[in-house]
């Protein structure tokens, strides 16, 4: 039996516009993914065998709560592999988790994305037929299934492109306020804006690729930072908004992250970063420094 250990990462939004909404109901959006240092931890042992046999357990200090049970993504994900390339599996897998859940930092799809590439990796398969079955897993699930940091993304954010970038990346602070919020009632709260300024936020996001593909400095680009979900969760979730405001506080440009509840801002350097973390730090929050990059 093969063994492999693979992180999971979390991602952030550095931008997130709504563009329209599809008669199924979800929502069309134009995003820029950035994996990020946080990360689950999936040790997988696997084999071939005649007859199926799966096992999930749990661990890590954010695993509390969550059920190893068939409705699990990250077993879903296993038996979506299984059936792209007609496979039966006898399979053990340990899950730790260390990103917050609700949390709008792609936890649960990460985990879900990384399984299936982990099984690529072990029975040499390509990842990318399995974009379609990721998708049905979760919007952002095929973001895992690609190792680039940055990724556009378009449609209900399945559509992917990876954008590459510079050297100079900053770092960042991640603030979870120990609320989830459902992403369900965030998108029905939702007013899409005038078609000509979301044209024109979608060329700031053309801006916001162009910056970060230059290597130019957090300065040069901070600015073109957007999410419009958080006009549908701030003013509804004061915890999130506490975190928001007390980031302003301290002088921090501060973004939600996907649907919430993370609240995260940008440094120039990780000094900076653990300086900031220090002073956001208070009873009830979790707080992450991370880099760019799984």
């Known amino acids: 039996m093969?063994?492999?250990?693979?992180?999971a990462p979390a991602k952030i939004n550095l931008f997130l516009e709504v563009t329209g909404k599809r008669a199924d109901g979800y929502h069309e959006l134009a995003t820029l993914f950035a994996k990020v240092s946080l990360h689950d931890i999936l040790t997988l042992q696997a084999e071939e065998a005649q007859e199926e046999k799966l096992s999930l357990q749990i661990t890590g200090p954010l695993g509390a709560g969550l059920a190893?049970?068939?409705n699990?993504?990250?077993l879903r994900a296993v038996r979506a592999f299984e059936?792209?390339?007609?496979?039966?599996l006898h399979a053990d897998i340990v899950l730790e988790k260390h990103i917050p859940m609700g949390a709008g930092l792609g936890g649960g799809s990460s985990d879900a994305g990384t399984i299936m590439l982990a099984l690529c990796r072990m029975f040499d398969k390509d990842p990318m037929p399995l974009l379609p079955r990721a998708a049905k897993l979760g919007a952002d699930v095929p973001l895992f299934l690609f190792t680039d940091t940055f990724l556009k993304g378009e449609g209900i954010g399945e559509i992917l492109t990876p954008v590459p970038a510079g050297?100079?990346?900053?770092?960042?602070?991640l603030v979870y306020p120990d609320t989830a919020v459902p992403t369900k009632g965030v998108f029905g709260r939702l007013k899409l804006d005038d078609p000509a300024k979301i044209l024109t936020n979608k060329a700031n996001l053309d801006k916001?690729?162009?910056?970060?593909?230059?290597?130019f400095p957090l300065e040069k680009w901070q600015g073109f930072l957007f999410n419009r979900l958080e006009e549908a969760v701030l003013p509804y979730v004061d915890a999130v908004r506490k975190v928001k405001d007390a980031f302003i506080a301290q002088g921090a440009q501060p973004l939600m992250s996907g649907s919430g509840s993370t609240i995260f801002a940008l440094t120039p350097s990780r000094e900076q970063a653990?300086?900031?973390a220090g002073?956001?730090?208070q009873a009830g929050r979790k707080v992450f420094v991370v880099h760019f990059g799984g």
Request: glycine share 6%.
């Open 274 to 276: 653990e300086d900031l």
């Open 2 to 7: 093969q063994k492999i250990c693979i992180n």
């Open 72 to 74: 699990n993504l990250v």
């Open 167 to 173: 050297d100079a990346l900053p770092w960042a602070v």
């Open 68 to 70: 190893a049970d068939d």
């Open 83 to 88: 059936a792209e390339f007609g496979l039966c």
């Open 208 to 215: 916001l690729q162009v910056a970060l593909q230059s290597g």
């Open 279 to 281: 002073r956001m730090q």
